[in-house]
């Protein structure tokens, strides 16, 4: 059952304004990834259902967090289909996030009051998603879709709160874009936690990175 509400998790994307996430098969690797952004200052991150057994090292994530890091929210992304929303869920998901817009995932997730965010690429979609009881929607590809097409969305519908995924860089140049068009967050994987600094067991530089990342955030939002 997750331990934070809908509304406590949209608060705290709202507030950090940034939503790491990853997949690693190794449970010790993401224990270190997860210490590593909780460090940095993120409070809120994805953990995407990328390959075999991901439910298991999830609930070894969410049992480390909920010892180790507190106040530190636990979500499931990459989620294609109820089932599996409703397994991560049992397994204390806080939210879900999906790379499609799916009505069996919000009726899954609305039936729990759990915070789902589907990935949306059309106006339409994103009204459909939001009737459904969507507080944060997902734009992804991102970086197809780009700034303009936020700015083109909040144009007539400013209550929309989008958190594009995908493409999106931990530089100012870039963080800036997205905010000025009106993204409430944004969800950074690869470009924040990359592949040389996990091979490496640099976990220091990830932290670094979340945390220059959430600086940038802040300058950008003033």
């Known amino acids: 059952m997750a331990k934070y509400s809908r509304i406590e998790v949209f608060t705290i994307m709202q507030e950090t304004g940034l939503v790491p996430l990853f997949?690693?098969?190794?449970?010790?690797?993401?224990?270190?990834?997860?210490?590593?952004?909780?460090?940095?200052?993120?409070?809120?991150?994805?953990?995407?259902?990328?390959?075999?057994?991901?439910?298991?090292?999830?609930?070894?994530?969410?049992?480390?967090?909920?010892?180790?890091?507190?106040?530190?929210?636990?979500?499931?992304?990459?989620?294609?289909?109820?089932?599996?929303?409703?397994?991560?869920m049992m397994m204390g998901a806080s939210f879900i996030v999906t790379p499609v817009f799916r009505e069996d995932i919000a009726i899954a997730c609305n039936r729990r009051k759990v915070l789902w965010s589907p990935?949306?690429?059309?106006?339409?979609?994103?009204?459909?998603?939001?009737?459904?009881?969507?507080?944060?929607?997902k734009l992804f590809p991102g970086d197809i879709y780009g700034a303009n097409f936020v700015k083109g969305v909040k144009g007539p519908c400013p209550w929309t709160n989008i958190m594009p995924t995908g493409?999106?860089?931990?530089?100012?140049?870039?963080?800036?874009?997205?905010?000025?068009?009106?993204?409430?967050?944004?969800?950074?994987?690869?470009?924040?936690?990359?592949?040389?600094?996990?091979?490496?067991?640099?976990y220091d530089l990830i932290e670094k990175g979340v945390k220059e990342a959430i600086q940038i955030i802040n300058k950008v939002r003033k």
């Not at 990935?119 to 929607?137: N, Q, Y």
């Not at 931990?170 to 924040?192: H, I, K, Y």
Request: net charge negative; aromatic share 8%.
């Open 23 to 88: 997949y690693h098969s190794d449970s010790e690797v993401s224990k270190k990834v997860l210490k590593a952004c909780y460090d940095g200052g993120a409070r809120v991150l994805e953990f995407a259902s990328r390959g075999d057994y991901a439910h298991e090292v999830f609930r070894e994530l969410y049992n480390y967090a909920e010892k180790e890091l507190p106040g530190m929210v636990l979500g499931a992304g990459s989620v294609t289909d109820a089932a599996s929303a409703s397994l991560y």
């Open 167 to 202: 493409g999106v860089a931990p530089t100012e140049e870039n963080l800036s874009e997205w905010f000025a068009a009106g993204v409430t967050c944004v969800g950074m994987g690869s470009q924040l936690i990359k592949k040389e600094d996990l091979k490496n067991q640099s």
């Open 119 to 137: 990935g949306c690429g059309t106006l339409t979609e994103i009204a459909r998603a939001e009737e459904l009881g969507c507080e944060l929607v």
